[in-house]
């Protein structure tokens, strides 16, 4: 299957780590990257290649992959990470993306 | 400034064609690996297209395979999404990206456009 899992919500206090999986057979042969989705805004790129934060993401803001296994992690989560994130990867050998269905957190 | 603009979504009749464009300012608009994905109001985000920077490697999602094309004007940094044969489950705003700089094969969305609403219905 290429489909990528991720449980519809997740919820925290404020300061408390939120960890955020994505699981899919495709994650041991292809990279992992992270989507954060603000409401009204195009998604913004949080992680690439698995681990890497793009510049301006806070370091906060990391994932770790084991097996088909990816976690978002949001240390200190605070009410302004509050959003929908979407992990992304590409099927090996047929060049197409697939996203995970998206997982809303809610800090509160 | 470095963006991506959308444009083209309307109201259409189902078996309905449109076309999107998106303009690219910025960067290196040739050197780049294109995408489009779409999300249902509501719902998630899919993935439907990828084009390579020369415009001659073309991929699509299986939903759209054979009533989707996507291609590219280098000249005028635009890269299209031609729609046939809609159908009510393709209402989405449409996102334009872009995609890794000189690969081999695409990778993931970098930067991303506002969206285009497309809404399909009779």
């Known amino acids: 299957s290429h489909d990528l899992t991720q449980p519809p919500s997740v919820s925290v206090s404020p300061g408390q780590a939120a960890r955020i999986p994505c699981s899919g057979d495709?994650?041991?042969?292809?990279?992992t990257y992270w989507y954060r989705q603000k409401s009204g805004q195009a998604p913004v790129m949080v992680i690439y290649?698995?681990?890497k934060r793009p510049s301006g993401i806070p370091e906060r803001i990391s994932a770790s992959t084991s097996g088909t296994v990816a976690t978002l992690i949001i240390s200190g989560a605070q009410v302004e990470d509050e959003a929908d994130y979407y992990c992304?990867?590409?099927?090996?050998?047929?060049?197409?993306?697939?996203f995970g269905g998206g997982t809303k957190l809610t800090v509160l | 400034q470095v963006q991506l603009v959308e444009s083209g979504g309307d109201l259409v009749r189902p078996g309905g064609t449109l076309r999107l464009s998106c303009a690219a300012s910025?960067?290196?608009?040739?050197?780049?690996?294109m995408a489009w994905i779409r999300q249902t109001p509501g719902r998630g985000l899919e993935w439907i297209a990828y084009?390579?920077?020369?415009?001659?490697?073309?991929y699509y999602a299986d939903s759209v395979k054979g009533r989707f094309t996507v291609y590219r004007d280098n000249g005028n940094n635009i890269v299209y999404l031609e729609m046939n044969g809609l159908r009510v489950d393709d209402t989405a705003v449409y996102y334009c990206?872009?995609?890794?700089?000189?690969?081999?094969?695409?990778?993931?969305?970098?930067?991303w456009g506002q969206g285009t609403l497309v809404t399909v219905s009779s």
């Open positions: 290649e698995d681990n």
């Open positions: 495709e994650l041991t042969k292809k990279y």
């Open positions: 910025g960067f290196s608009f040739t050197s780049r690996y």
């Open positions: 990206a872009r995609d890794c700089e000189s690969c081999y094969v695409p990778a993931a969305p970098d930067l």
């Open positions: 992304f990867s590409t099927v090996y050998d047929a060049n197409q993306g697939v």
């Open positions: 084009i390579s920077g020369a415009g001659t490697l073309v």
